[in-house]
């Protein structure tokens, strides 16, 4: 068990749909991010949060949109995905932004 | 554009032997460097961290960072099968706000 939690586990939606992930941590930290990651392929950053502001975007799609409603929580809204975005998404968290990032068990998402 | 690279294996190594991991990186100002365990179908977990040239000792692994020579390893001490997975190397950019993490090294521990 870690102490990032996302939810859901696993999402399947199609290309016109919009969805949410959602991630949590109670651990005071600071920075929050996001990734993708493609199977036999390391996590690839998407965005990263500093004190609930956003610091990095790299180069996302706009059909990916984060949003960091307080210190504890960071969602993705997802909207008309391609089946490319077929991925397990991570969210990470960590003191500062040069400290060791805490992984969530990700959410392995399906675009039909 | 900084790249971190590790040899993607797979390392073969028998129970009990030493397991050596190695990474190096591009960005000379890089300040903080990490190891992280990946199992298949799960999500990284962070096994040591190292900042300053040297060896960082826990338990049975050992982190050894040289930054003039930009290369960062871990040993993995009386490996057992359980310690079977891929091994993430990641570094942290001059900012510290952005980590760039190595391809990985698949890990095979043989009973």
């Known amino acids: 068990d870690t102490e990032v939690t996302q939810t859901p586990k696993h999402l399947v939606m199609g290309m016109t749909n919009k969805k949410s992930l959602k991630c949590e941590q109670h651990m005071g930290h600071r920075a929050m991010y996001w990734y993708k990651q493609k199977a036999k392929k390391p996590p690839e950053l998407m965005f990263v949060y500093s004190y609930e502001k956003l610091s990095i975007n790299e180069s996302v799609p706009s059909r990916f949109s984060p949003e960091c409603p307080n210190s504890s929580l960071l969602n993705l809204h997802l909207h008309a995905l391609q089946p490319e975005d077929s991925a397990l998404y991570l969210c990470a968290s960590s003191q500062a932004e040069n400290q060791p990032q805490h992984f969530g068990d990700g959410t392995r998402l399906s675009i039909l | 554009q900084k790249e971190v690279e590790q040899n993607s294996g797979p390392l073969s190594v028998p129970e009990g032997a030493i397991a050596s991991l190695n990474c190096t990186y591009s960005?000379?100002?890089?300040?903080?460097f990490f190891w992280y365990r990946q199992y298949s179908g799960k999500s990284p977990e962070l096994i040591m961290s190292i900042y300053s040239n040297g060896d960082k000792e826990d338990g049975r692994f050992t982190a050894q960072l040289n930054k003039a020579s930009q290369y960062v390893s871990l040993l993995i001490r009386d490996s057992q099968p359980s310690d079977s997975a891929t091994y993430l190397c990641?570094?942290?950019?001059?900012?510290?706000?952005?980590?760039?993490f190595g391809g990985g090294t698949r890990l095979m521990v043989k009973p």
């Open positions: 960005d000379r100002g890089s300040q903080s």
């Open positions: 990641a570094v942290n950019d001059n900012a510290g706000n952005m980590l760039t």
